[in-house]
């Protein structure tokens, strides 16, 4: 029994760190990022893409028009830690005035020694400046309302020795925020940028990139003497000769996961194909985690719209957190460790939480240091839903273990920059927030707040969405007073 207990809270202990980097030494990187892999093969911006299908009523937006290209040749030399690149932006100014800057965000560059810039070059490039992650580029001239430029990257990565979302161990190598992306821009507002939080204890808050759907393609080169590799990435990967060809539209990002000794296993789920990667030891819990991926995702397409791309991969990590990203997930080897005794396991908590980011995060975007609450907060309340429904008996458990037992505290609203930390975002923001919605739900009752959620997320799919956008799905189909409510939960609430 005492060694039950203990299983248990080490199991409480890593799942709570769902979507954040725990404990990370002073160096660590934050990653999160999350895309998705679409049915059809992607065509960047053609309207030939098959769009979310939402309930009969609700209509999907049109895939934006003019996104972001982001085109990769990489060399990964596995053995050697070492990624050459040379990436191709082709950016579109959406604005309805001229541009004459553009800003790059580095991620490689929180690690130092991680990232060796080459050349950047572009038609239009002038001048640049560097401001920590961010690279300032003068565009001269400037780029007009409706047209494109492009831009070229050249730069190696020397990846860190860390056990994260960026870097490698002696287990495999991670891909997540490799690259340089253009965040979004609003001409009132600015770029839409944030630095990532660090606390006291060195463990780094949440997340701090919001990222416009866009579309990715990358040649992926193997080089060097590791052998036997095996890839899991954000979407299917093509063999051409001499490389591998990934194609993924509509997404926030693009990640890769190899390994030498993954073991995957696949199976096909009503038209989606769910892959897991992992260790060998972890053989017999691959089948465990496609079951709850399986459940989950019939949960997800029944409350929002089917999964829309064609293959989800499942992904162990070498490291204590997990992480989504589009397209892939990456869970934990000591969670994938305690998968037994199901369902009171954090497999069956965390799983359907991650994939839950696969619409809130990669379809429907929202800043995750301003508004972290729109996509934590929610995945944690649908690991409630999960059990709900396919474990109603555990329910009573669940809230108690990972909401109640730990009392949350702290303003739902709250951003990354919390005082308290990490342990006060978890607090607030996903522990807090999952009781906030399960109260608002319980307020406007079922019927409306189980619609609002599906209106919210079919009217903000390919969109960065704000808690406004929520709230206003939420207005639409209840009359309910929800005042005393946000008051209590929210510390800006919204007002109706
Ligand atoms: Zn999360």
Redesign the pocket.
């Given at each position: 029994m005492r060694q039950r207990l203990l299983a248990l809270i080490i199991a409480l202990s890593l799942l709570l760190s769902?979507?954040?980097q725990h404990a990370t030494p002073p160096a660590e990187l934050p990653t999160?990022v999350a895309q998705i892999t679409r049915t059809s093969e992607a065509i960047p911006n053609s309207s030939l893409e098959t769009e979310p299908v939402g309930t009969p009523e609700l209509e999907p937006p049109a895939a934006p028009e003019n996104r972001t290209v982001y085109d990769l040749d990489a060399t990964l030399d596995y053995a050697q830690h070492t990624v050459s690149v040379v990436q191709h932006i082709t950016y579109f100014n959406r604005a309805d005035q001229a541009m004459n800057e553009l800003l790059l965000l580095i991620p490689p560059r929180y690690f130092a020694g991680a990232y060796s810039q080459g050349n950047i070059s572009g038609e239009l490039v002038g001048q640049s400046r560097e401001n920590g992650i961010q690279t300032m580029l003068n565009l001269e001239p400037s780029l007009e309302p409706g047209a494109s430029t492009q831009i070229q990257i050249i730069f190696t990565l020397f990846l860190p020795n860390r056990q994260g979302v960026f870097g490698w161990s002696d287990m495999q190598t991670n891909l997540v925020d490799w690259f340089p992306v253009i965040p979004p821009y609003d001409p009132t507002t600015g770029w839409q940028v944030n630095e990532r939080v660090v606390d006291a204890t060195n463990t780094i808050v949440g997340e701090y990139i919001a990222a416009d759907s866009a579309d990715f393609h990358l040649r992926l080169r193997l080089t060097g003497t590791a052998q036997d590799l095996t890839i899991a990435a954000s979407s299917e990967g093509k063999e051409q000769p001499g490389y591998i060809e990934y194609q993924l539209p509509l997404a926030r990002s693009f990640s890769l996961s190899v390994s030498d000794r993954f073991v995957m296993q696949e199976v096909q789920h009503e038209g989606v194909t769910i892959r897991t990667y992992v260790f060998p030891q972890h053989r017999e819990a691959g089948q465990a985690i496609i079951e709850v991926a399986k459940n989950a995702l019939d949960m997800f397409a029944e409350l929002f719209y089917p999964y829309p791309r064609q293959t989800l991969s499942l992904v162990a990590a070498d490291f204590l957190h997990?992480m989504?990203t589009d397209g892939m997930l990456l869970i934990s080897k000591g969670v994938i460790d305690f998968y037994r005794d199901a369902p009171l396991n954090n497999l069956t908590i965390l799983i359907p939480?991650?994939i839950?980011?696969q619409w809130l995060?990669s379809m429907v975007g929202n800043d995750p240091a301003r508004e972290p609450w729109l996509?934590?907060a929610f995945?944690?309340y649908s690991e409630a839903l999960y059990f709900e429904r396919f474990q109603p008996d555990q329910l009573d458990w669940w809230w108690q273990n990972r909401v109640e037992g730990f009392k949350p505290s702290g303003w739902v609203d709250s951003s990354t920059s919390i005082p308290g930390g990490y342990t006060a975002y978890r607090d607030a923001v996903?522990l807090n927030g999952a009781i906030f919605l399960q109260s608002l739900r319980q307020l406007v009752g079922d019927e409306a707040f189980f619609a609002a959620i599906t209106q919210y997320v079919v009217d903000n799919t390919y969109k960065i969405a704000s808690g406004n956008d929520f709230f206003n799905a939420i207005r639409n189909h209840s009359d309910a007073d929800l005042n005393a409510l946000l008051r209590q939960y929210f510390e800006n609430p919204p007002s109706f």
């Open positions: 769902a979507c954040g999160p997990n989504e939480h991650e839950s980011h995060y996509d934590e995945a944690t996903y």
